[in-house]
């Protein structure tokens, strides 16, 4: 790690990228599925002894490898609070050394582990407000920031405000070269050509990862910016007007597209998202089947806020949650706002009682 000098990101995974889904690794690997989020990564055992000696030689890793180092006790929510701080001290002064992956991802980290340091969110938002590096921010580096700043709690308007005006460019690209139809490496820019991480110049586009991302994010920070809630609309419409077997690979997985409905619902209710959720309305019957309690709960208290009141669908609802047998483990908070759905919807009383008890 210390002779090692990557580019992007990308160049590090080898060398700072500890999930150990093979079988060479098995011994440090945590392999029982119980374990959740840390099966594919090492054991405490591993971590314990490499932190010593990661402090000894932090001043001389590369940046982007201290951030990739970081998300591989990030992920498994290995919190080092001595070695997250020198991380910290390592990356800020030259923040403008890492790559727009990387950036994102420096947030990220702490964010995602629960770890405060303000001024990494101080100098990743003043980094990403920089007009080079702005430009060269991708759909999943915008989504990344901004589900960063939220779940911190650091509300940094003038940042929401770039990104999503840099967002909506990006998805006015992503309608004209259609790259609703296959997200993955699809959205060409001039600026990408050079870009390390892209391929034959070109960079993942909006997904429903990444929208779910960008909208919940504005719903938890309580920030709206109707133009990208407009075009998101818009690109997620021309997405579900595709054949059925190009819906389902933009859709990608039943419980991503119910979180970025649920993410549209709780972002801002207007004539837009009306239109979406109508357009959305036969899809939601058919995944409803692989959806368990909660997300179907939480699609219900989307519908109620944008939904059409179709009898159809309220009544997919209805049969769904009665094949769930009233199983739902959720707090008091979920329960009041599904009351008020089943009330708004006129679903059945039983349920609403089921619920309650």
Not at 26 to 45: I, L, N, V
Not at 111 to 122: G, R, S, W
Not at 197 to 208: I, K, L, N, R, T
Not at 307 to 318: H, Q, S, T, Y
Request: include cysteine; charged fraction near 25%.
């Amino acid at each position: 790690m210390v002779q090692f000098q990557p580019k992007v990101l990308s160049d590090v995974r080898t060398t700072c990228f500890w999930s150990f889904r093979r079988a060479s690794a098995s011994s440090w690997g945590r392999g029982d599925a119980r374990q959740g989020g840390r099966r594919d990564f090492a054991s405490s055992e591993f971590y314990d002894r490499l932190v010593p000696r990661l402090l000894e030689k932090i001043d001389q890793i590369h940046p982007i490898s201290c951030v990739y180092l970081m998300w591989s006790f990030a992920k498994p929510m290995v919190l080092c609070e001595e070695l997250f701080n020198a991380v910290a001290s390592r990356v800020i002064p030259e923040v403008q050394s890492l790559d727009r992956c990387a950036l994102a991802m420096f947030a990220w980290n702490y964010a995602y582990i629960n770890h405060d340091v303000p001024e990494v969110y101080q100098a990743s938002a003043k980094e990403a407000l920089r007009p080079a590096r702005l430009e060269e921010l991708t759909p999943r580096d915008l989504a990344n920031l901004m589900r960063a700043f939220a779940k911190a709690g650091v509300r940094e308007v003038e940042l929401m405000q770039a990104l999503s005006e840099h967002g909506c460019g990006l998805l006015r690209d992503g309608i004209d070269q259609k790259c609703y139809r296959r997200p993955m490496k699809s959205l060409a820019r001039e600026i990408y050509e050079e870009d390390f991480s892209a391929v034959d110049g070109m960079v993942d586009a909006f997904d429903m990862v990444s929208l779910a991302e960008m909208l919940s994010s504005f719903a938890d920070q309580q920030y709206v910016h109707h133009d990208f809630l407009s075009l998101a609309d818009e690109y997620m419409m021309e997405g579900l007007r595709q054949p059925k077997r190009d819906v389902e690979t933009f859709l990608r997985f039943p419980q991503v597209f119910a979180r970025a409905l649920v993410s549209r619902a709780r972002a801002y209710v207007d004539v837009s998202g009306r239109e979406l959720f109508q357009q959305a309305m036969p899809h939601v019957v058919r995944s409803l089947k692989e959806l368990k309690a909660p997300d179907v709960l939480s699609l219900v208290v989307a519908w109620a806020m944008l939904g059409p009141r179709d009898p159809d669908i309220l009544a997919a609802f209805e049969s769904r949650l009665w094949e769930l047998d009233g199983r739902w483990p959720i707090d008091e908070a979920e329960v009041s706002a599904a009351q008020w759905a089943f009330k708004e919807l006129d679903l059945n009383r039983q349920l609403l009682q089921r619920l309650s008890s």
